[in-house]
Nanobody
Framework: QVQLVESGGGLVQAGGSLRLSCATS????????MGWYRRAPGKQRELVAT???????AYADSVKGRFTISRDNAKNTVYLQMNSLNPADTAVYYC?????????WGPGTQVPVSS
């Protein structure tokens, strides 16, 4: 099993930046996809960004050009750099690990964005 722990969330003003980190309990160097998802108040969880072990990335349209996902396999950590934040980005952000039919989630970190 893989344990994930997110960090880096917190209150930020509109226009500001945050970097989220996701530390994993196992090596993530091969054959997996890491991702960030979010759940805004009263809404369903949605995909934010993913990155494969080959560093191929994908983003939700709402965050393209503002958010950047990256991974450091040596540190078993995935990052989400969030710039130009706006109140619509307010959510609990979750880290996800997926390999074949196995998936794991972190407990989430809150990101409130004030206007």
């Amino acid at each position: 099993q893989v344990q994930l722990v997110e960090s880096g969330g917190g209150l930020v003003q509109a226009g500001g930046s945050l970097r989220l980190s996701c530390a994993t309990s196992k090596n993530i160097y091969s054959s997996n996809t890491m991702g960030w998802y979010r759940r805004a108040p009263g809404k369903q969880r949605e995909l934010v960004a993913t990155i494969t072990s080959g560093a191929i990335t994908a983003y939700a349209d709402s965050v393209k050009g503002r958010f950047t996902i990256s991974r450091d396999n040596a540190k078993n950590t995935v990052y989400l750099q969030m710039n130009s934040l706006n109140p619509a980005d307010t959510a609990v952000y979750y880290c996800n690990y997926q390999r074949s039919f196995y998936t794991a989630w972190g407990p989430g970190t809150q990101v409130p964005v004030s206007s």
